[in-house]
């Protein structure tokens, strides 16, 4: 936000320097990320009036102009078409600079000479409108220096307002923080208003469809105005706070807006149907073209302020196209509101249009003040515009709340800050913010939360605001101290940090992510769990909308955007916090830890460049969370895999994860649609499983078992098995009929296709036989194998593949 110091001083009364103000204002917590000087003396730039005008004879776009300087006429070629004759403007002769170091001479343009400039606002750095020349007012008298008309440069701060503090983006907001900071009193403009005889009901009449939308309503009747250019005083300002000036009416009410803070909206009267204002909801497949022209298609959960026949303004964003104020306006209908900014940010965000208006409404307006800005407006546009206001205003409140109250406990704030700053200081805080105090005690400052503090909400905002107008250099530099608790256990944060070690000597790399999201990214990946979401009340934007309820779909987002830089193979992990709501509406949270595989990483250097199977991805990502069940020291052999459904993979390729009879989490294969999402060809594996299962034995001591004496003797088996059958129920199997001497079985081979009867898989398993006690002979061998065959074809109707 840009603030005009001159403009600023019309509020409080200020004797410092702008880097004075600067500083003041950081360190109350208000960033200042610039200082600008806007303007210069202009030496020898004057008025120049246009007396003389004709087409320039070799080129269709330049004019031929004679220019009075106020002491004899000049020829200058022009490009600008924004000009009539008689009309003033800055006229640069030849030998002048101007700013930018830019220095007039005299030239020949496509055979016609020209001896001076008549200039743009952006050649005089005043702002970067180059749209044609800078027209003056029509008194203005030839020769008289710009300077005398535009007077000194001014100095303009430039401030970054951060989402809690919309009270701020306006002048009078920022000259409340300095009239607290120094001390000073707050001048708010005084409202006179001349009234005609007609009321404001012969001119509209207003319904609100949607209360919790828009909690209050207001509109104004002009009539008899005269539409022309705004005074070059307005004029200057707004282009100083980077706002173009369109037209007396339009201009007020984006002063007023910088003034107060509050958006206000001009309609031409007699373009609303009926003479009724509705604000309701988009209906299902409405359209509207706002003003810059473009058609927007609208969804249902959009305010729409309308007439009897259409809507003529996307609430608290743009006004429709066909009902802005024209050059013939005559009656102008001024509406002043306020909507719902949860509503304004996810409109904004949907149509990708973002202005003025839905900035500050998206952040939060004061309520209280609709009336007063309204007023404020009409006040400005009688003075400019000339007319009559219709008597009175239609106020339609249907959201008016009681003032909140918050007590703070001086003695909790003189723990949080270090300093005692006393009851009486603490009261003056709060009076020099316009903060109401209720009642007082040694013990407690109880206040009334004004309308246009919205970020008042619990006892340590408060805290913050003595803090920061108290000052920071009160407050002592004490060493910070680290407290040994007796009996404290750490071992649930140390447990983790060991997962999160773990997973790192895997081969696997730690991502972070907030834990806010945006719906639409939720959307994409289901929508069956909207009931369960937790929705922030008042998010810093519609991209951080909604707690995550799952660590999967950022993971995918990250594992996009890495293959989008070219980077084709990752295993990554995050560790983190997600949140749902249960069927009674109580909010949970749970630790869970993410895996994401992409590409070939489970591949050896040599078998990079073949295609990946997605079974392949499947089974590196089964293999991760077995290798992590294992390193946390849980029982890998009570690991259980389970065919399930689940929403982000293709039907048949999830299972959930089991230890024993305890719920794990879930493994699988991205659908395709969302790999397709960030153009990735190769399988995606994914895995969440919560934290809590995977810590308990973390901090058991591992038994140790001595080196084998004894060699081991291994023997194979390949069976023919219904392809419904599972790994686990084989392992089930062979694990029952196994003698203590069965030490390893792995999975070596899994095959379906010719030679192996349709319906049916053939899985090739290599198993290890070792005693402790002696050597085994082959006769003992083979007498274990066989009976685990025959398990096999007893229990799972297995056929034994031979050669």
Known sequence: ??????????????????????????????????????????????????????????ADRLRLCRVFNGTEELQVVCGATNFEVGDKAPFAGVGVTLPGDFKIKKAKIRGEKSFGMLCAEDELELSDDHDGIMILPHDSIPGTPLSDILGPPDTVLELEITWNRPDCLSIIGIAREFAALYGTSLKIPEISLNEGTAPISDFVSVTIDDAAGCPRYTARALTDIKIGPSPLWMQRRLSMCGVRPINNIVDVTNYVMLECGHPLHAFDHALLSENQIVVRTAASGEKMATLDGVERPLTSDMLLIADSEKPVAIAGVMGAAGSEIQADTETVLLESACFDPRRIRRTSSTLSLSTESSHRFERGVNVETVDWASNRAAQLMQSLAGG???????????????????????????????????????????????IPVVEKSPETVTVEVPAFRLDLDIEADLVEEVARMYGLAHVPDIIPQAKVVPNACDEPSRAIFSCRDKLIGL???????????????????????????????????????????????????????????????????????????????????????????????????????????????????????????????????????????????????????????????????????????????????????????????????????????YPAISRDVAIAVDQNVSHSAILKVIHEAAPVELTGIDLFDIFTGEGVKRGTKSLGYSLTYRSFERTLTDEDANGYHEAIKDALKRELDVDIREG
């Open 1 to 58: 936000m840009k603030v005009p110091v001159s403009w600023l001083q019309e509020y409080v009364d200020l004797d410092a320097t702008p880097q004075e103000l600067a500083d003041k204002l950081t360190f109350s917590g208000i960033e200042v990320e610039g200082i600008a000087t806007i303007g210069s003396d202009y030496a020898g730039v004057v008025v120049g009036e246009v007396r003389h005008m004709e087409p320039h004879p070799g």
């Open 388 to 434: 009559f206001v219709a008597t009175g205003i239609l106020d339609v409140y249907p959201g008016k709340r009681e003032p909140r109250q918050i007590k703070l406990e001086l003695a909790r704030m003189d723990r949080l800050l270090g300093v005692s700053a006393g009851v009486d200081r603490v009261v003056a805080i709060f009076e020099s913010l316009m």
């Open 507 to 709: 081969g696997l790399h730690e991502i972070m992510s907030y834990s806010f999201v945006s719906e639409s990214l939720l959307n994409i990946f289901t929508e069956e769990d909207q009931a369960a979401r937790v929705l922030l009340p008042n998010p810093v934007s519609a991209d951080h909308g909604v707690m995550r309820n799952s660590l999967i779909p950022q993971m995918v987002e990250c594992l996009g955007r890495n293959h989008s830089r070219q980077i084709t193979d990752a295993a990554l992990f995050e560790i983190g916090k997600v949140f749902w709501k249960d069927s009674e509406g109580a909010v949970n949270e749970e630790d869970r830890v993410c895996i994401g595989l992409m590409g070939k990483v489970g591949c050896g250097e040599l078998e990079k460049r073949r295609t990946v199977k997605p079974d392949e991805v499947f089974l590196w990502a089964k293999g991760v969370v077995e290798a992590l069940v294992s390193a946390q020291r849980l029982d890998k052999d009570t690991l259980r895999f389970t065919p399930a459904e689940h929403p982000y993979s293709e039907p048949g390729e999830a299972v959930t994860v089991k230890l024993g009879d305890t719920p794990l989490g879930v493994l699988g294969l991205l659908r395709k649609d969302l790999r397709h999402r960030h153009r990735m060809a190769d399988p995606v594996a994914f895995a969440e499983l919560p934290v809590t299962p995977l810590l308990g034995s973390v901090f058991t001591n591992p038994v140790f078992h001595p080196i084998p004496q």
